[in-house]
């Protein structure tokens, strides 16, 4: 729609409605601004102004109310919205007043005597200030609160009325002031602020916006009792998983349901409005601490270059395409062999970053004739290697397609991006990779091998970043979860005992970017997890968080550990296996090299057994070249392999 047809398309009486608004503005300020220099004078002189003054005042009115309105005007005051202006607003108004003072001050300062009618006196300039721009900030404080007042009493037609619930908003904060205000200001929202909970004495029986603390959480069972309360929000930035976990288990002794904010970096940010109050999700039960990013080296290492993102329609790879378009490289190529996942982040991407070329590419990173293309004409710089086989029981069945996928295709891709003169390579590894028991960490394993031979081949640097789980990427837990709850259960948890590393998929992505700026070449980075979250849980919250009861609403059946999994993940955090680096979550492993003879022999033996169809004899083989792997070569291996993560005693 062209400027002139949304003109059109606004009806004339709202058109002139505004013109008037905007015109009444400027009267009363220019009202306010005379009556605030004559009264300056009354003042100055008693309210007894001596005649030979009168010249001066009608002098000196014309151009100081023209340097303050003028003032005004560039300070921006004129494009806010009078019911909406708060306390980051009146910035403007106090950047107008000493610019204006500061102005009128130096005409005082250098005119020459003969000028005398126009050098305003020093006390003048000062209460006229005050009392000026003072008046019309008040006039928008007023210009507000009427707004309020005629908002909350104004009746509303039977479609247009909203039925609002009464919450209590747990956390009064930065994060709390940031929610009060803005719903506060919104009339359409359905909610209808009782109170506020908060923990610190300090706060008690203060109130935020004309809304007071109420008590403690420990009050909430008799507050929302008392005052018949729908549901609870939590509004504390970057709650810890402890502070969640205990509100949660206050809220469901109640019961009550609870909800929450965004997290705050994503509201100051931009990409929701706090208002945008959701359910609380697994997610926030992590509770880890916000990771801190030196944004100036992301935007070193992309900006302006062209960077491929391999696997770029998955979870990661996905995630990563969107990060890395925030930092506006020249050119993204996003290399994916499943069409319809392409098309989607492609689509996505285009919507948010219009400007920004993104060049879709179906490809397989195993088809050496395609890479070699697609290397040729676009010649990226960066390539951020994220297409995988993941999931852990599927490659025991297809032990072959993990060996091409995971290890060759690796290398393929690495000595295209070697030969083609590519500044930086990052392999996505896995925690799977530390003594792997099954074909997929084991293939990871041997990938981190591959581009450690092939930093020492090129002048590239090649480097691998080794994570746990991710929470919401596909054939992930909690999708899991809430599928099997969505069809009325049971939900299935392997062993109880388990437990699993997890990031969330933005941080584990930033943490890959982060630890990409860093690369030297040949190192495998490793990201702090935090603490192990037991996957029983897990399960239990996910429910939970549906408005069911573990084990009454939704059953919970323990199904075994199946081929290859571990009960406990391992991630080489023992600090003697480890070197710092310049950030507190990223590591580097202190993990022994292959020489690139022995890495090349063993990438010609894989090439032979992946093809071959020996199931035994690939296990066999990433047995032999991994000392450290335990992976089953024969069904009493696998039994055995789980009887002891079990801690069962295998019978044969």
């Known amino acids: 729609m062209t400027n002139d047809e949304q003109l059109e398309a606004i009806p004339a009486g709202v058109i002139w409605g505004r013109f008037l608004s905007r015109n009444v503005q400027f009267a009363l300020d220019l009202t306010v601004l005379l009556g605030a220099f004559v009264l300056s004078y009354l003042i100055r002189f008693d309210f007894a102004i001596p005649r030979n003054f009168y010249h001066s005042l ?28 708060g306390l980051a607003e009146v910035r403007a108004f106090i950047y107008a007043s000493a610019w204006s003072a500061l102005l009128i001050l130096i005409v005082r300062l250098t005119l020459p005597e003969r ?21 019309v900030l008040g006039l928008r404080v007023l210009r507000r609160t009427l707004y309020e007042k005629y908002e909350s009493r104004r009746p509303r037609s039977e479609a247009g009325r909203v039925q609002r619930k009464p919450v209590l908003l747990v956390g009064a904060g930065r994060a709390g002031v940031l929610a009060i205000k803005e719903i506060l200001s919104r009339p359409d929202t359905d909610l209808n602020i009782v109170g506020f909970v908060d923990d610190d004495p300090v706060k008690q029986g203060s109130a935020i916006s004309r809304v007071k603390v109420l008590g403690t959480t420990r009050d909430l069972p008799r507050l929302v009792r008392e005052l018949e309360i729908d549901h609870v929000v939590i509004t504390i930035a970057q709650a810890s998983r402890e502070q969640i976990l205990r509100i949660v288990k206050f809220c469901e002794e109640i019961p009550v349901k609870v909800r ?23 997610e926030d039960l992590l509770g880890r601490e916000p990771v ?158 591959v581009v450690q031979s092939l930093e020492q081949q090129f002048d590239t640097r090649f480097v691998a970043v080794r994570f746990g789980n991710v ?102 955090m023992d600090e003697s296996l480890l070197a710092k680096t310049g950030h507190p979550k990223i590591f580097i492993g202190k993990i022994g090299t292959y020489s690139k003879e022995s890495v ?26 991994l000392p450290e792997a335990r992976l089953a070569v024969t069904d009493n291996d696998a039994k055995a392999v789980r009887g002891i993560a079990t801690g069962a005693t295998v019978r044969e």
């Open 292 to 449: 801190h990013l030196e944004e100036e080296s992301i935007r070193d290492f992309l900006h302006g270059k062209a960077v491929m993102v391999t696997g770029a329609g998955g979870s990661i790879g996905s995630e990563i395409a969107r990060q890395v378009a925030w930092f506006k490289p020249s050119r993204l190529l996003l290399v994916e062999r499943a069409e319809f996942a392409l098309f989607n982040i492609d689509h996505q991407l285009k919507e948010l970053w219009p400007s920004l070329s993104i060049v879709p590419l179906v490809a397989d990173i195993g088809d050496e004739a395609r890479m070699r293309t697609i290397f040729k004409q676009f010649r990226p710089e960066v390539v951020l290697h994220a297409a995988a086989h993941k999931h852990v029981p599927m490659m025991e069945t297809n032990p072959m397609e993990a060996a091409k996928n995971n290890v060759l295709a690796t290398n393929l891709l690495g000595e295209l991006a070697g030969k083609f003169g590519v500044d930086v390579f990052v392999l996505i590894s896995t925690d799977k990779a530390v003594r792997p028991t099954s074909v997929m960490g084991a293939s990871k394993r041997v990938a981190e091998l």
């Open 600 to 625: 090349s022999t063993a990438l010609q033996r894989l090439s032979i057994l992946s093809q071959n169809g020996h199931e035994q004899e690939l296990r066999k083989f990433f047995n032999e070249l």
């Open 115 to 135: 000028f005398g009618p126009w050098q305003v006196p020093l006390s003048i300039i000062m209460v006229d200030t005050v009392i000026a721009f003072g008046g």
């Open 58 to 85: 009608l002098t000196q009115i014309s151009y100081v109310v023209l340097v303050q309105f003028a003032s005004l005007a560039l300070a921006g005051v004129y494009t806010f919205i009078w019911r909406y202006v």
């Open 471 to 572: 929470i919401g990427s596909a054939g992930s837990v909690i999708p899991i979860f809430q599928e099997q709850i969505r069809k009325g259960g049971p939900v299935t948890v392997t062993h109880p005992d388990m437990t699993r590393y997890f990031l969330t998929i933005p941080e584990a992505v930033q943490l890959v970017l982060q630890a990409s700026t860093m690369a030297r070449g040949g190192e495998i980075y490793i990201l702090d997890m935090g603490e192990p979250v037991s996957i029983l849980e897990m399960a239990k919250h996910t429910i939970t968080l549906s408005g069911l009861k573990p084990f009454e609403d939704i059953n919970i059946v323990f199904t075994g550990i199946r081929p290859g999994e571990k009960l406990f993940e391992e991630l080489e």
């Open 260 to 282: 929450i904010i965004p997290g705050l970096y994503e509201i100051l940010e931009g990409r929701v409005k706090i208002s945008r109050i959701r359910d609380l999700q697994v």
